[in-house]
């Protein structure tokens, strides 16, 4: 009897990380209806950052003309090791947090079921439920951006490891004697292969005396340069911006190649910021370095596939563990 017209039917996914907090208002049926943006400012500490979550919420509902009480459930991605059971951030080191019980926090602020993942968890499920066809049962996600994150499929079902680490394949390491890692590491993956690791490469060939045309673009330091920068210039035939766009792929290939012979999955998917801009540049040089670093039987299935929902992955799959959490 009950008509759709008073039904609390959306829900809300959130994706933060240690500069931005991003949240999407989603009907039931997972379609976008509107997102709102804001700064994380991590240096107030986690009480200010919990409360700034819960106004992203409360503005990405404002934004699309309704009310709180429209909303069922909130998912959140949060970088660091997550307890999605107990509700609890055990750690995340780019936030300086500990022990932080993340989902009763925003349960109390919000008066909404919360469900909490790690960020790179949530973007495989949003990337699961939107873009892969014929539901795979093990699958490999690697989100490229500032910096890079992995999440395993395993059985169907995220593997989180013994303690909630598992994944972390931006700390694999590629060359030992490689530049160093954000981690403390050298040479890791995403020491070598994220847009942080391609932006430094450039400025230090620049210093170095080559020539760009991305400095024509964006004047001598380079201020805000983005991949679709990149691509910008590597459509112009810029040959810096190529090769380093280039060498990027061939590590990311390196490492997806590891990572198969590893985890023998059905599906690799690339994703993240990165890869949505450069896709047409990397993926077919990421497919090329992965399969000739991986074991012959491991390779003939496996498909090799880039995500076209960019940074909104992560807000997707959190709108879906929302979704579950009242189900
Ligand atoms: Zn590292």
Redesign the pocket.
């Known amino acids: 009897m009950a008509g759709p017209s008073n039904k609390n039917d959306y829900v809300v996914g959130v994706d933060f990380g240690a500069t931005k907090i991003y949240a999407g208002l989603f009907t039931s049926n997972l379609n976008l209806v509107g997102a709102a943006k804001m700064t994380t400012k991590p240096l107030r500490g986690a009480t200010a950052v919990l409360d700034r979550i819960a106004r992203c919420v409360k503005d990405v509902v404002d934004e699309c003309d309704l009310t709180m009480d429209k909303v069922r459930a909130v998912g959140v991605g949060a970088p660091g090791a997550l307890d999605p059971e107990s509700g609890r951030l055990i750690v995340a080191p780019n936030l300086g947090w500990e022990n932080v019980p993340l989902q009763k926090e925003l349960e109390k602020r919000l008066d909404l079921p919360v469900a909490i993942e790690n960020d790179a968890n949530a973007a495989l499920v949003g990337v699961y439920e939107e873009e892969l066809e014929g539901k795979p049962r093990h699958v490999l996600g690697v989100f490229i951006g500032t910096g890079i994150g992995g999440a395993l499929m395993v059985n169907g079902d995220l593997y989180s490891g013994y303690s909630h680490f598992a994944g972390e394949v931006?700390?694999m390491v590629i060359d030992i004697d490689g530049p160093k890692?954000?981690?403390?590491?050298v040479g890791?993956?995403?020491?070598l292969a994220s847009r942080t690791a391609i932006f430094r490469e450039i400025k230090a060939a620049l210093a170095q005396g080559q020539k760009t045309i991305l400095t024509d673009m964006l004047g001598d330091k380079l201020e805000g340069l983005r991949s679709g920068d990149l691509r910008k210039a590597i459509q112009k035939d810029d040959k810096l911006a190529a090769k380093v766009v280039e060498d990027a792929a061939d590590y990311t290939g390196i490492a997806v190649g590891s990572l198969i012979n590893l985890l023998n999955p059905e599906v690799v998917v690339l994703g993240g910021g990165l890869i949505e801009a450069l896709s047409d540049v990397m993926m077919p040089r990421i497919t090329k370095s992965a399969l000739s670093h991986a074991l012959p039987g491991t390779t003939d299935s496996v498909q090799i596939k880039d995500s076209l929902l960019g940074d909104k992955a992560g807000i997707f799959g959190a709108a879906v563990l929302a979704r579950r959490r009242t189900k």
Not at 181 to 185: E, F, K, R, S, T
């Open positions: 931006g700390h890692c954000g981690c403390g590491n890791c993956f995403e020491a």
